[in-house]
């Protein structure tokens, strides 16, 4: 669970190279795309450019690099040759990485062409609930301090967070312990220290909380058929605080 300096390090790298395949999708303009055509450009992306491995493919027998979660889709939506992205949608990509052994997990909401403003309102505040996660990040703190945060900013905006999928440990496996929760209550839960490493991933709705899964056993959605937008960030506690292993450039003003 706790990792050393020298593993922080390596994870750092793959975090990096993560980081900069989100750089690479906010360059291109995805309406017209299907989320299988994602799917692989990331795939050769990941793959030839980085010459690293793309770690959700042959996880749990999926066949893919990412997940495409398009509007009322809470996540591990799959791509699809016949999923055409269009205007107005929002689609979260997913997205793992392994280099050197070690494994980055990040996530991002995209807002496609003209969205309508109560859309735009639910990824600002998805957005801003995973913030108010990883601020929470230090020693001695607890993982129901990151779980609160993240419920009370959904709840104080009319929105609410998903309880069935949350964050947990990585590091050579994608998947460790802790679960990190998107709801709890301050002071409760494991205390944080040094070196442990796991995601923070608030899957934000716009009604209620409750998800339903499709019949292929991966794509979940809401309930109410209402949108759903998630954000994600693999974090390393350190001496002092936080450190955002797959922060982009673009994300800077959120530290402050």
Same mark, same amino acid.
């Given at each position: ?6 593993? /922080?390090?390596? !994870? ?11 750089? !690479?999708?906010?360059?291109?303009? @995805? ?38 979660? /398009? ?18 949608? /929002? ?54 301090? /990151? ?16 309880? &069935? ?8 496996? !994608? ?51 209402? @949108? ?10 350190? &001496?002092?605080?936080? &450190? ?13």
């Amino acid at each position: 669970m706790v990792k050393t300096e020298d593993e /922080i390090a390596l !994870m750092r790298i793959s975090g990096q190279l993560l980081a900069s395949v989100f750089e !690479m999708l906010d360059g291109l303009s @995805l309406e017209g795309l299907s989320t299988m055509e994602i799917n692989d450009i990331v795939e050769r992306f990941i793959t030839d450019n980085l010459d690293a491995r793309p770690a959700s493919k042959g996880q749990y027998g999926y066949k893919y690099v990412l997940n495409c979660s /398009i509007n009322n889709v809470v996540c591990h939506g799959i791509p699809s040759t016949t999923e055409i992205i269009k205007n107005g949608d /929002i689609i979260n990509l997913d997205i793992t990485l392994e280099k050197n052994g070690y494994i980055a997990d990040s996530s991002k909401t995209y807002m496609v062409g003209d969205v309508k403003p109560a859309a735009r309102r639910l990824v600002k505040i998805a957005q801003e609930a995973m913030w108010q996660g990883i601020k929470q990040v230090k020693p001695n703190a607890h993982l129901g301090d /990151i779980g609160f945060a993240i419920s009370r900013h959904a709840k104080r905006h009319g929105y609410s967070a998903v309880r &069935e999928y949350c964050g947990h440990g990585i590091g050579r496996e !994608m998947h460790e312990k802790p679960d990190v929760l998107n709801f709890g209550h301050r002071g409760t839960g494991l205390k944080l220290q040094k070196g442990m490493v796991f995601t923070v991933e608030p899957m934000i709705n716009q009604g209620r909380r409750t998800v339903i899964t499709e019949d292929d056993g991966w794509t979940v959605r809401t309930a109410d058929k209402k @949108l759903s937008a998630q954000f994600e960030h693999t974090v390393a506690v350190t &001496e002092t605080g936080v &450190e955002i292993l797959t922060l982009r450039p673009d994300e800077t003003r959120f530290l402050s």
